[in-house]
Structure formats: structure tokens, C-alpha cells
């Protein structure tokens, strides 16, 4: 059964430093893994989706890598900003048959940017 | 465009009742997931379903959970007889494609709070 784990469940700094959520998981048969975000009241939004055979992809001030062998992915987040406070979650596609499509979300990072 | 939608936003009930929660995926997309979210835990998977075909209900808890999409749009997921650990967020997401090798990222709506009291 595939586990997902982050680390820290919870993490402050200040405003202006760069920053990496870490995210592992046991089973590397994977087809991609994405990046969430999470507020409170509000859905989850995609931030970032690697394909198993890349190794990061980049939007703005974030960037994603992806380790499979090791089972690790990185969320860096340059410049933090206050907006950028939320839960970040990822989450892991497994290679499978045709109709398994599930995600598996680990327990996310409750990140908070002190101004 | 409009994102997915789910209703109601807040739902309060009593043990032993029924309930049905919405969703409304965003227009033309094939795949719909329905997750549970405790408090503090991520998503968890419960089922989804391609069209109107349910492909996978291995996340189901047991059997007074069902998931419905008559007509491959909107869906249902109702719990009958709900029991206090029911209570959690129930979130829909929906995907534009179908099918193993699918890049479709998953799009979430805000979810359902239930409180089973």
C-alpha cells in the first residue's frame, strides 16, 4: 500500500526567505505526483504536476522535484510571500491497470509566513 | 469558467439519518473522484468514475456509502444511517480525461462539511 509522508507537519518563517517542503512516499511505481494547495474554505488547487519521467518542473517562485527512486519529492518556494501561507499537500498517481486513477495525498505542511 | 461545486457547503445531521451531497464538475469533464478529508489528514480516495461507469469504489468505507453519475455529469455520494465518525469534508474533484496515461490534473471543489451529531 502506498504511504505518503510529509515534513514538518508545520512550519513558520519570516517573510523574503526561500523555503523546501519535503514529501516522501514507499512505493516508486509511480505515474506522476502533484503539488496542492490548500485554504481554509476553499477547494484544493494544483500548483504543480511532475511526470514520473521528469526530474522538476517550475512555476514562478515555486519548483518541484522529483526523486523516484528514492521515493522524495522537494517543493522549493523562493521569496516567500504572506499569500503563500496555506497546507501544502502532494499527492502520488500509481502505475496500474486502466481505471485506477486515485490519488494518494500524504498529511501536508501547514506553512505560515510571518510579515 | 466556473470550477467545481458542491453542495450543500455545510451539512449538520442527526445519527441514524441519511444525507446526499452534490457535485458538479466543471462542464465536459470526463472523470469524477470522490475524497473524505478528516481534520488535519489529507484527502483520502473513496471512489471515481469515468462517464457515468463508476471504475473504481475501493475507497468506499463499507456498504451504507454509495456514489452515483447517471448522466456522466453531476454526482451523488450518499451516506445512509450516518454514524458520528462519518463526520469529515467530503471533497469532489473532476478531471478533463479518462482512461491509464491520462495527464489529467485533478480540479477540487471546496467540499462538503459534515458534522454527524
Known amino acids: 500500500k502506498q504511504e505518503v509522508t510529509q515534513i514538518p507537519a508545520a512550519l513558520s518563517v519570516p517573510e523574503g526567505e526561500n523555503l523546501v517542503l519535503n514529501c516522501s512516499f514507499t512505493d516508486s511505481a509511480i505515474y506522476n505526483l502533484q503539488w496542492f494547495r490548500q485554504d481554509p474554505g476553499k477547494g484544493l488547487t494544483s500548483l504543480l504536476l511532475?511526470?514520473?519521467?521528469?526530474r522538476e518542473q517550475t512555476s514562478g517562485r515555486l519548483n518541484a522535484s522529483l526523486d523516484k527512486s528514492s521515493g522524495r519529492s522537494t517543493l522549493y518556494i523562493a521569496a516567500s510571500q504572506p499569500g503563500d501561507s496555506a497546507t501544502y499537500l502532494c499527492?502520488?498517481?500509481?502505475?496500474?491497470?486502466?481505471?485506477?486513477?486515485?490519488?494518494?495525498f500524504g498529511t501536508g505542511t501547514r506553512l505560515t509566513i510571518i510579515p | 469558467g466556473a470550477g467545481v461545486s458542491q453542495s450543500p457547503r455545510y451539512k449538520v445531521t442527526k445519527r441514524g439519518q441519511d444525507v446526499a451531497l452534490r457535485c458538479d464538475p466543471i462542464s465536459g469533464h470526463v472523470s469524477l473522484y470522490w475524497y473524505r478529508q478528516a481534520l488535519g489528514q489529507g484527502p483520502e480516495f473513496l471512489t471515481y468514475f469515468n462517464y457515468e461507469a463508476q471504475q473504481d469504489k475501493s475507497g468506499l468505507p463499507n456498504d451504507r456509502f454509495s456514489a452515483e453519475r447517471p448522466e456522466g455529469s453531476i454526482s451523488t455520494l450518499t451516506i445512509q444511517r450516518t454514524e458520528q465518525r462519518d463526520s469529515a469534508m467530503y471533497r469532489c474533484?473532476?478531471?478533463?480525461?479518462?482512461?491509464?496515461?491520462?495527464?489529467?490534473?485533478?480540479?477540487f471543489g471546496p467540499g462538503t462539511r459534515l458534522l454527524v451529531l
Open positions: 499527492a502520488v498517481r500509481l502505475i496500474s491497470n486502466f481505471g485506477n486513477e486515485k490519488l494518494t
Open positions: 474533484a473532476s478531471s478533463p480525461l479518462a482512461g491509464a496515461g491520462a495527464l489529467g490534473t485533478q480540479y
Open positions: 511532475i511526470q514520473s519521467s521528469q
